[in-house]
């Protein structure tokens, strides 16, 4: 089933001509997949909530700046359900993206016992604001459309499919299946396209205290290449994490993490190379996540994923 799902997600993705990545870009999509696939929502059986920040180029006047806030849980009898919220805020220059949605997730129990093996669908809902304010730019004729100060919103509906087990993790999903476009200057500009994503991780188990935890994002979007980002984290008592990160072989960054009972603070630092659009500005991104039993059906330990 694996094999066939994994065969089946790459046929869709290597079948979408590729415009430039629009989605905001995640380093640490391992600690909060929700954002990339509302299937998440409540898979490990816990109150989950994470706030993330990224600064992409940091010394880049107007470079892209990402805030993000996911909450959610597990409910009903043997946590078949699962509902969330999203929040994110993306900015580039004088444009701003605001996102909040809703998320809901159904699970089915795979293995001979409960939460073995899941399978789980999620869908996700909400609206999307674009909000661009060029006056800020002071054009030599204010009354140029093209300057025209822009604030409209739209409906975003997204979904996706995910199957979980304490060794590996595998998702397939599109959360933002509307194409969102905007009028500016008597032109439509494209704010967010559909972005498929293919997400897997596996968990190898080297050592009693120490696991390795390999992981891959592949990303597509009609009009630009296929991308995809590779992790190798190395995870010590089930506390400390060290990684190394690499996207399409031109950035390369480094992964730290540490685990304080239910909290887990993550960052990452990522060089560009030559071959790569922003150099030689660094990005950074910290993340801070908490993940909890608060109610008698949620789990009692901590999942790997």
């Given at each position: 089933?694996?094999?066939?799902?994994?065969?089946?997600?790459?046929?869709?993705?290597?079948?979408?001509?590729?415009?430039?990545?629009l989605d905001p870009l995640y380093a640490q999509y391992l600690n909060n997949p929700i954002l990339l696939n509302?299937?998440?929502?409540?898979?490990?059986?816990?109150?989950?909530?994470?706030?993330?920040?990224?600064?992409?180029?940091?010394?880049?006047?107007?470079?892209?700046?990402?805030?993000?806030?996911?909450?959610?849980?597990?409910?009903?009898?043997?946590?078949?359900?699962?509902?969330?919220?999203?929040?994110?805020?993306?900015?580039?220059?004088?444009?701003?993206?605001?996102?909040?949605?809703?998320?809901?997730?159904?699970?089915?129990?795979?293995?001979?016992?409960?939460?073995?093996?899941?399978?789980?669908?999620?869908?996700?809902?909400?609206?999307?604001?674009?909000?661009?304010?060029?006056?800020?730019?002071?054009?030599?004729?204010?009354?140029?459309?093209?300057?025209?100060?822009?604030?409209?919103?739209?409906?975003?509906?997204?979904?996706?499919?995910?199957?979980?087990?304490?060794?590996?993790?595998?998702?397939?999903?599109?959360?933002?299946?509307?194409?969102?476009?905007?009028?500016?200057?008597?032109?439509?500009?494209?704010?967010?396209?559909?972005?498929?994503?293919?997400?897997?991780?596996?968990?190898?188990?080297?050592?009693?205290?120490?696991?390795?935890?390999?992981?891959?994002?592949?990303?597509?979007?009609?009009?630009?290449?296929?991308?995809?980002?590779?992790?190798?984290?190395?995870?010590?008592?089930?506390?400390?994490?060290?990684?190394?990160?690499?996207?399409?072989?031109?950035?390369?960054?480094?992964?730290?993490?540490?685990?304080?009972?239910?909290?887990?603070?993550?960052?990452?630092?990522?060089?560009?190379?030559?071959?790569?659009?922003?150099?030689?500005?660094?990005?950074?991104?910290?993340?801070?996540s908490l993940a909890m039993r608060v109610l008698s059906s949620h789990s009692s330990t901590f999942s790997n994923?």
């Amino acid at each position: 089933m694996i094999k066939t799902f994994f065969a089946l997600a790459l046929f869709i993705l290597t079948r979408v001509n590729s415009l430039a990545q629009l989605d905001p870009l995640y380093a640490q999509y391992l600690n909060n997949p929700i954002l990339l696939n509302p299937a998440y929502t409540g898979i490990n059986n816990r109150f989950n909530a994470v706030v993330a920040y990224r600064k992409q180029w940091a010394s880049f006047d107007g470079s892209p700046t990402t805030f993000s806030f996911a909450s959610h849980m597990s409910f009903r009898e043997n946590n078949k359900v699962g509902a969330g919220l999203i929040a994110v805020v993306d900015k580039i220059g004088d444009s701003r993206n605001t996102e909040i949605s809703g998320t809901y997730s159904y699970k089915l129990d795979l293995g001979k016992n409960s939460g073995e093996k899941t399978l789980s669908f999620g869908l996700q809902a909400g609206m999307m604001n674009f909000r661009n304010d060029l006056t800020s730019v002071y054009p030599r004729d204010p009354n140029d459309p093209a300057f025209a100060f822009v604030n409209e919103s739209r409906f975003n509906l997204g979904a996706g499919v995910m199957v979980k087990t304490e060794t590996y993790l595998l998702g397939f999903s599109a959360p933002r299946i509307i194409p969102t476009t905007i009028g500016q200057g008597g032109q439509k500009i494209q704010v967010y396209g559909q972005h498929f994503y293919l997400l897997g991780s596996y968990v190898f188990y080297l050592s009693e205290y120490v696991r390795l935890k390999p992981s891959v994002l592949v990303k597509a979007t009609h009009g630009a290449p296929v991308s995809a980002d590779l992790n190798f984290n190395l995870n010590l008592e089930q506390r400390y994490t060290v990684g190394i990160l690499t996207r399409n072989f031109t950035t390369y960054g480094l992964l730290v993490q540490m685990n304080i009972k239910d909290y887990r603070v993550g960052y990452v630092f990522e060089a560009p190379t030559n071959n790569s659009l922003g150099t030689p500005f660094t990005s950074h991104e910290i993340s801070i996540s908490l993940a909890m039993r608060v109610l008698s059906s949620h789990s009692s330990t901590f999942s790997n994923f």
